[in-house]
């Protein structure tokens, strides 16, 4: 059972080049989010989904934008780069009720 | 005012020493709690949840009281690997709407 599994570990790139964070989950959970968090800081959430087909915005949505065509996958994407997406990047997800999260290992993403 | 509140720490204590940290909530629609930590670097792992009735998980012990929106944390017999930042986690009635307070460092000294 993997989990949460996010991939790439490790992103570079350069300002106004476009990619997409994958994230998938074995465990047929609802409810994925997708976090941002910058050194020192707190969690910070972007988008999350309720269940396929279903996304909404977070607390920092704008530069990324998501779906979730099928329950297992909640990709993120980000537009056009810029220094300030340089963030660790964390995916979750939970089944519904009064579950918890369970997060993948993060993106560390950094932006030039 | 921030709906999940956390002392900000940090906290600095020796080997074996009891800590306690606080966390209160200002959403009435929060229904379940969660204590997570967080080592540097690293993702958030779900320590415990935490029921009104409080509960404990060996040296760890978690008490809610509803009625003062307040969540508490209690470590005993404090190790080095205790040593992260633990985060207190609501969650709304309808399993919708997870919230983070910013989360309370500990370090364990030797």
């Known amino acids: 059972n993997a989990g949460v599994t996010q991939t790439p570990k490790f992103q570079v790139l350069k300002t106004g080049q476009s990619m997409t964070l994958q994230c998938a989950q074995d465990?047929?959970?609802?409810?994925m989010s997708w976090y941002r968090q910058d050194p020192g800081m707190g969690l910070r959430l972007i988008h999350y989904?309720?269940?396929?087909?279903?996304?909404d915005q977070g607390e920092v949505p704008n530069g990324y934008n998501v779906s979730r065509s099928t329950t297992e996958d909640f990709p993120l994407r980000l537009l056009s780069a810029a220094p300030s997406q340089t963030s660790v990047y964390f995916c979750?997800?939970?089944?519904?009720?009064?579950?918890?999260?369970?997060f993948g290992s993060g993106t560390r993403l950094t932006v030039v | 005012r921030k709906e999940v509140e956390q002392d900000p720490g940090p906290f600095n204590v020796p080997e074996g020493a009891t800590v306690a940290f606080n966390c209160t909530y200002s959403?009435?629609?929060?229904?379940?709690f969660f204590w997570y930590r967080q080592d540097c670097r690293k993702e958030p792992k779900l320590l415990m949840s935490?029921?009104?009735s409080g509960n404990e998980d060996g040296r760890f012990t978690a008490q809610l009281n509803r009625a003062s929106q307040y969540i508490s944390l209690l470590i005993r017999d404090s190790k080095l690997s205790d040593s992260a930042t633990y985060l207190c986690?609501?969650?709304?009635?309808?399993?919708?709407?997870?919230?983070f307070g910013p989360g309370t460092r500990l370090s364990v000294l030797p």
């Open positions: 979750a997800s939970s089944g519904t009720g009064g579950y918890g999260y369970t």
């Open positions: 465990m047929n959970h609802e409810y």
């Open positions: 989904s309720v269940g396929a087909g279903i996304t």
């Open positions: 959403n009435s629609a929060s229904q379940s």
């Open positions: 935490v029921y009104s």
């Open positions: 986690v609501g969650r709304d009635n309808y399993g919708q709407n997870f919230v």
